[in-house]
């Protein structure tokens, strides 16, 4: 075909008269009333100015032939600027439309018509429609309550309303797609480890997007800074073509103790979006400001699962926006939660009147409820675990998190942590909104010196305590998804109690779980702590 016929098929083709601003965003539908808040967007593809003078918008009601409104005409002095918009809407849309205008648009099957001064027509159509003067070509989507119906992009004109338009956020007076614009996709940014020590490295993650339409690479920076930080990271990106996304990762050491902020940019010049640009993730250096002290994942008496909490803050604190899960599941609300006083204990309860019936001395004021509760398991998994308490914040920020073994804690008796060291509790039932009693001889018991290793550092040592005069002793790394990663000691005779030296060289930086398993004929225990690999600066 040559040049010229494929220009008139083209022409033909086109649901925008030639030479002519075109529709470019409609919306329709907002959440609940619509009044005031729908809006037409026109854009101007092209170097001069567009007159819009005589230019009548009519709403089309899609249920019968015939059914136009006027809803709009241009005056002497609308415009629409060379390469620019000019918005038709409601005295509500924001920024403020060019010309305010009661739109009174329909949702889908409906439409609307822009008609010249010289009977040039552009007609958009949203929905599934009976009849053709509702739509060029095959209409457009109906787009869910608080979409626009957008031109993608600005000016594309294939022959069709679906061809040309789909869902979009609202963009009043701004490009629907844009040309140059480097984006930070929300939401997306991560730390692991994700509660790292102070000075200690944490690598950052983020997906970095081409929301334009030009590809990017070489002149976009993204930086990574903010308090999370002890100094500002920055990397020139490789290309990024249209639509795309690309994952970039870069460590440095943590900055100072408690809850900092981390943040992440991109900058291009020519960028045509300021709003996405940036997007903050808020981090733990250090530990929480609650503690979990107490496990009652196997009730014996009727009372329901329950979790004892301690206020190491230093500072009252309050417990509303904290929330409790297990390893799988997302945290729940704690239904009433009081001010904690500093060192004080609190009680989180699967079924609170059970656990005030079952312990009639607790003070009700520091039982709290949370649902929907995440039950906890009563047996371990392959890796030594049973489950695990993970405490946030409401916007997801980790607090605690404690995984713990049911091997060798008899039913019923919850697990306790003293000194530091989780095992069995000091009472059969266990001792809600009260700190432990010493432990007693031949109670067994595992921990880890140092339970954090700085980068560089390989050797840990290893003691425990066995409720036996003899055993044998397995240790073992895990990961958090399960996956055995070392095996420390095996099969090592051991008396009542013993420490031995071992290495993690080798094992990449990250928290493990570190499992003991002892055995002595028929009996065994399994003990759990907690090891964070430094490992090399990521």
């Not at 060019?98 to 001064?117: K, T, Y």
């Not at 027509?121 to 929905?127: A, D, F, R, S």
């Not at 496990?295 to 699962?305: D, M, V």
């Amino acid at each position: 075909m040559s040049h010229h016929h494929l220009a008139a098929a083209l022409a033909l083709a086109a649901c925008a008269p030639a030479g002519r601003a075109i529709v470019a965003e409609v919306y329709y539908d907002a959440p609940g009333d619509d009044t005031g808040r729908e809006f037409v967007e026109l854009y101007n593809p092209f170097a001069s100015a567009c007159p819009l003078a005589g230019v009548k918008l009519e709403a089309g009601d899609g249920s019968a032939p015939g059914r136009w409104t006027l809803a709009w005409t241009g005056g002497a002095g609308d415009s629409v600027p060379a390469l620019g918009r000019f918005v038709v809407g409601g005295a509500l849309v924001s920024p403020a439309p060019d010309a305010v205008a009661p739109l009174v648009l329909q949702n889908g099957p409906d439409a609307l018509r822009i008609i010249w001064p010289d009977g040039a027509t552009e007609v958009v159509g949203w929905g599934s429609h009976e009849f053709a003067e509702y739509a060029c070509g095959a209409p457009g989507p109906d787009v869910a309550s608080g979409q626009s119906l957008a031109r993608v992009p600005d000016d594309a004109d294939l022959g069709g309303n679906a061809l040309d338009f789909r869902a979009a956020p609202p963009s009043p007076g701004a490009p629907n797609q844009r040309i140059r614009d480097a984006a930070i996709v929300r939401g997306s940014m991560r730390a692991a480890p994700e509660n790292p020590e102070p000075g200690e490295g944490t690598l950052v993650t983020v997906l970095v997007a081409n929301a334009g339409r030009e590809p990017f690479g070489g002149e976009a920076l993204l930086t990574l800074a903010g308090d999370a930080l002890a100094e500002t990271l920055s990397l020139v990106l490789p290309s990024v073509g249209a639509g795309e996304t690309l994952a970039v990762s870069r460590g440095g050491p943590a900055g100072a103790p408690g809850r900092r902020a981390l943040v992440a940019r991109v900058t291009r010049a020519g960028d045509e979006s300021a709003g996405n640009d940036a997007d903050t993730l808020a981090i733990r250096v250090g530990e929480g400001p609650l503690e979990v002290t107490e496990i009652q994942f196997h009730p014996g008496s009727g009372e329901g699962e329950w979790v004892e909490v301690r206020n190491r803050s230093g500072a009252p604190l309050p417990l509303s926006g904290v929330t409790i899960g297990d390893r799988a599941s997302a945290g729940a609300a704690l239904a009433g939660a009081p001010t904690l006083a500093p060192e004080s204990l609190a009680v989180v309860a699967q079924d609170r009147p059970a656990l005030l019936a079952a312990f009639p001395a607790l003070d009700p004021s520091r039982v709290v409820a949370a649902a929907p509760w995440a039950s906890l398991n009563n047996s371990d998994a392959v890796d030594g675990i049973a489950d695990m308490v993970v405490l946030r914040e409401a916007d997801g920020l980790l607090v605690e998190r404690v995984a713990y073994s049911a091997a060798g804690v008899p039913a019923g008796t919850p697990l306790e942590k003293r000194g530091g060291l989780w095992a069995a509790g000091s009472a059969t039932r266990g001792t809600p909104l009260a700190f432990p009693a010493e432990r007693g001889a031949g109670e067994a018991a595992f921990a880890l010196r140092p339970r954090r290793l700085r980068p560089g550092e390989s050797d840990v040592q290893l003691a425990w305590t066995l409720p036996w005069a003899r055993g044998r002793v397995t240790v073992e790394l895990y990961d958090l998804s399960g996956r055995r990663t070392a095996r420390l000691l095996d099969e090592v005779a051991s008396g009542p109690s013993d420490t031995r030296r071992a290495s993690v060289a080798g094992v990449p930086p990250g928290l493990y779980v570190a499992v003991l398993r002892a055995h002595e004929g028929a009996l065994a225990v399994t003990h759990e702590t907690l090891l964070r690999v430094g490992g090399a600066r990521p």
